[in-house]
Each structure stands twice: as C-alpha cells, then as structure tokens.
C-alpha cells in the first residue's frame, strides 16, 4: 500500500513574485543610496561637493580629503593614536558590559519567581519611554555627586545600564522551555551553570542583536553629547568627537568632513555584517517546543 504525500503549493503566481522581487530591490537600493553617496563625496574634489544640481558620482576622483585629514591629525596636540585607544577601550567595555550585566539582570527576572519580580519588569518597561536627551540632567547630576564627569566612567556607565538590551534579552529568556531548565536542575546543575550552558547558547540571535545595539549606541552618541556635557578633557575622548571639531572648520573642510563620516560609518557596518549572517543562522537552527 502506497501512502501518498500531498504537498501544498504556495498560492502565488510567477506575477505575483516578480512584483515581490521587485519592491524589495527598490528598496534595497533606497536604503544603499546613503551609503553609496557617502563614499563618493569622500572623493569628490570641493568644487563638485556644492555644486548644483549635486552630481551622485564624482566627475574628478581625488585622494585629496584623504591627504589633508592625515596633515589634520599631524596637527592636533593629542596623538591620533590617542582617541584610537579611547574608542577600542571604551567600545569594547561598553559592548561585552552592558551585555553581561543586561544577561545577568534578565535571568532572574524572566526564569525565577521572588517578591518584585513584575514590578521591577514594569520599571524596566517604563524606563524604554524616556528619551536620552530627557535623561542628561539626572544623569549629570547622579555623575557629578560620584565625581565621575571627565572620566571614562561618563562614557560608560549611562551606556552600560541602558534597559534596552534587559528588555530584549528578558523576552528571549521566556521563551527557552521550563522542562529544559528543570532537566538541568534535577541533574545538579547551579543556576550560574545553567545561565552559561544553557540559557546563553540558546539566545545567541538575542545577545548577538544586544551587542550591535551597544556598539552603534555608544559609537554614535559619544560625539556631540557626552563629549560636550560630561567630558572635557580632549585626552580621553574618542574618534567620533573628532568629527564635530573638523565639521566645524566650515566650508573649507566640508570634504574631510565627508572622509570623516566614511570613516565612522565603517566600523558599525563591518560589525553588523559580521554578526548578521550568525545571527540568522542560529535563529533558523534554535527553534524550541516544549
């Protein structure tokens, strides 16, 4: 006896998919066109950057931005290799901290029962309404009182603790089996042993997602607003900080304003491509049933 297997065809037609394919390379293409013509107005000679109407491409390719950023940072009283050093030190405290703690505080919020456990999750929630720019006097106040502003502490700390990440890695959490968390308790297994082995590995798409939020957070926001509020010595500032002070110069560093922002455009794409592909990867490969 035979069994037949029925499949089931998608209802749409080759019509149908082609009108798909083609919304989604439109608007593929809107959203690279920023990108595309960042990079070309970083070649582009400053005769061509204000003309009018705006050419997209370059008539005359020049490296000549690229030569005077260089003499730029020949002339600044703190070494280039300065704010590289801030930026890598306080990327990466920033990422891997906030991370770990936003895990750590997710963990029991989400997998353990104890008294305020719904009431701290409802603070956590009310907390993503406000606004970074809302929360600059508190925080300059809480700083000033630990005697933190000037320091790397002011990039870090208001960074560190956004709830953010909590909220995303909590939700994740609740979606790992409970018959999975007991096999390991009625196995021996501690609650630190189950958050590394088991809880961690399984939401992989959530932490990877965390970090990029992170690194963009703290890359993009440490330019303008905490480096003219809470830090004021040029000696522990970073690259991004840079990128106002040469903006500023006027119309005459408009084209190494343009390699500047090439510049810091770089890094968080290279970070989220690197991370995308794991992250899709994993969230097709880690789905969970009880």
Not at 71 to 92: A, D, H, K, Q
Not at 224 to 244: G, H
């Amino acid at each position: 006896m035979k069994l037949r297997v029925r499949t089931r065809k998608l209802n749409r037609s080759l019509g149908g998919n082609i009108v798909i394919f083609i919304l989604i390379a439109l608007m593929s293409v809107f959203m690279l066109l920023p990108m595309v013509y960042t990079v070309s107005t970083a070649f582009k000679p400053i005769s061509e950057i204000y003309v009018f109407p705006p050419h997209f491409f370059p008539h005359s390719p020049t490296l000549e931005n690229f030569l005077q950023i260089s003499l730029l940072f020949e002339g600044f009283w703190i070494p280039m290799s300065r704010y590289v050093f801030n930026t890598v030190f306080i990327c990466t405290v920033v990422t891997l901290g906030h991370l770990l703690l936003s895990s750590l505080a997710a963990y029991p919020l989400a997998r353990l029962n104890f008294t305020g456990r719904n009431f701290i999750s409802s603070v956590v929630r009310l907390s993503l309404l406000f606004t970074t720019a809302l929360m600059l006097i508190p925080q300059y106040i809480v700083m000033s009182k630990l005697q933190i502003i000037n320091t790397y502490w002011a990039f870090i700390l208001p960074q560190v603790q956004a709830a953010l990440g909590l909220y995303l890695l909590q939700n994740f959490m609740l979606q790992i089996p409970e018959a999975m968390l007991e096999a390991a308790r009625v196995d021996g297994a501690k609650e630190h042993q189950i958050y590394f082995n088991i809880v961690m590995p399984n939401i992989k798409p959530a932490w990877l997602t965390v970090m990029i939020f992170a690194f963009q957070t703290i890359w993009n926001s440490s330019g303008a607003t905490i480096s003219t509020t809470l830090v004021y010595d040029e000696k522990i500032k970073m690259i991004s900080s840079l990128l106002s002070q040469v903006v500023a110069g006027g119309t005459a560093r408009s084209g190494v304003g343009s390699v500047m922002g090439l510049i810091l455009m770089t890094p968080p794409l290279i970070l989220f491509i690197c991370c995308q592909n794991q992250v899709i990867e994993t969230m097709s490969t880690s789905g969970m049933k009880d």
